[in-house]
């Protein structure tokens, strides 16, 4: 995977994963990388510089404030800033797909599918689909992500 710095002709600045330059290029050209704030496609990689770790930056860890009171046992996590940031942005992702994005439940498959052959109209969809439906469509070339959950989800 590869990290950069993206900024939209609108101003706005924002991070994006790609499992590669040539990737990132490609979606480009298809216009499937937009800006998060304005929806623009109008987006190219910003300059940006390398990230440096240290051994300080590796070990540092931050845990939620504990609540003040009572004895019962609180969930915790022992995560680094740099790991924070990354669950902040994939979090982002996820509510901007489900802020943007049609809603079609178990019908993501079937209607995936059928966007791909080009038998309906494109758009963005998320729904639910098994690992094995999942693994289907990527084999037969159709590009699907999981949308990340995290553990204080509760949905």
């Known amino acids: 995977m590869i ?28 216009g499937l990388v937009s800006c998060p704030a304005c929806g623009s496609t109008e987006v190219a990689k910003a300059l940006m510089a390398p990230a440096v770790a240290t051994r300080r930056a590796e070990t540092s860890a931050v845990a939620p404030a504990a609540e003040p009171s009572g004895d019962a046992p609180q969930a915790v996590a022992l995560v680094t800033e740099k790991d924070q940031a990354i669950r902040a942005m994939l979090r982002e992702l996820r ?3 489900k802020t943007n994005a049609e809603h079609v439940g178990d019908r993501f498959p ?9 038998e309906i109209e494109r758009k963005s969809i998320y729904g639910r689909a098994t690992a094995d439906e999942a693994r289907a469509l990527a084999e037969e070339g159709v590009e699907v992500h999981a949308l990340p959950r995290f553990p204080d989800d509760g949905d």
């Open 3 to 30: 990290h950069y710095d993206l900024a939209c002709a609108c101003g706005r600045r924002f991070d994006g994963w790609f499992r590669s330059s040539q990737d990132f290029d490609a979606q480009a050209a298809r």
């Open 95 to 97: 509510d901007h797909v």
């Open 110 to 118: 079937e209607l995936a599918r059928r966007m791909h052959a080009e």
